[in-house]
């Protein structure tokens, strides 16, 4: 039997583990006839809120005077374990079931191990702007990470020699798919356009590995190192759901127009040319970007709701051209922390 099937098939023993100052108890539930088979699954009752800083789940446990390997995980807890930012999962590891690290909302990264290859549904529901690395250049079969994947997003870092089947793997695909070489010379991810003439931008990107074709999916860095670009253009950076990257610093534009990257949540990083003298209404809203800084050229910020729900963005430099700012403009950047403004604001 293919061993994904022995581990199908598997009758779990259930053991709950209560990890605190480094030592390990475990409790045999009363409901599993299977303790000849030497395996375990991690399983938490969670009476109350108190897992540590750093959870550490064992790769084996004794129960009596026999040693059981963890094999697979188990979730849905009541209580939400804020105390913990930190979990460290066995190599042994192979399946990660429904719900395990539903309640753990302050773990910013977790790595999944090389010998998992089934995670259930919702594994990390309502998580969401944290990340998760994965291991193995094959994917795992995935039921969902977060449960929703339109409210709850996450960002999936997984081997480059894997990127283009994680794009394509089913429970993954919606949320942002990193590769780990995303931002080394020459890595697939990465497209530098060179030359862009208005309406062509779509076809530069699908085409540059050509006689193979490149999906907008498997772009995580686009540099657009000269020429134009129209609505077309701005459409097809829409449409790539793991762009992280955006390069404009060599294009010669004036505007950036209404809604131009409207909803990219994904985008970390944007370079704008030196040529912007406007970005109009919703340009970029709800976008993912941490820092905002301006050419000097730029002259006018109109219309209503810019740079709205911007979660990420944690500094911003207008320049002195700049001499007024939309009320709303900034409406939801709940971690704004510095604010550079010219002095002749209105």
Known sequence: MEKRDTLKHLVMLAVMLIASSGTVSAQMSDAIKAANLGLAEWYYVNSSNSYPEELNIPETVTIGEKEYVVVASYGYAAYEQRNTTKINLPQTMRRLGDYTFYPFFNVKNITIPENVEV???????????????????????????????DSYH???????????????????????????????????????TGQCSSGELGYIVVSDILPDVRTYAEVNKLIINKGTIDKTDWYAMRQMPNLIYLDLSGLSIEEIPAGALDNCWQLETIIFPESLKYIRERALRNTGVRE??????????????????????????????????????????????????PNFLT
């Open 292 to 341: 905002l800084n301006f050419p000097n050229g730029l002259s006018e910020i109109s219309g209503s709701e810019n740079f709205r729900n911007c979660d990420s963005l944690t500094s911003v430099t207008i320049p002195d051209g700049v001499t007024t700012l939309p009320n709303d403009c900034f409406y939801d950047c709940n971690n704004l922390h510095e604010v550079n403004l």
């Open 119 to 149: 995670l259930g549904s919702s594994v990390f529901y309502t998580w969401t702007n944290q990340n998760i690395h994965f291991t193995s250049v094959t994917p795992p079969t995935v039921g969902s990470l977060t449960g929703n994947k």
């Open 154 to 192: 996450v960002k999936v870092f997984v081997p480059s020699a894997g990127f283009r089947d994680y794009v394509k793997t089913e429970g993954i695909e919606g949320q942002c798919i990193i590769s780990e070489d995303w931002n080394q010379e020459g890595a697939f991810s990465t497209v530098n």
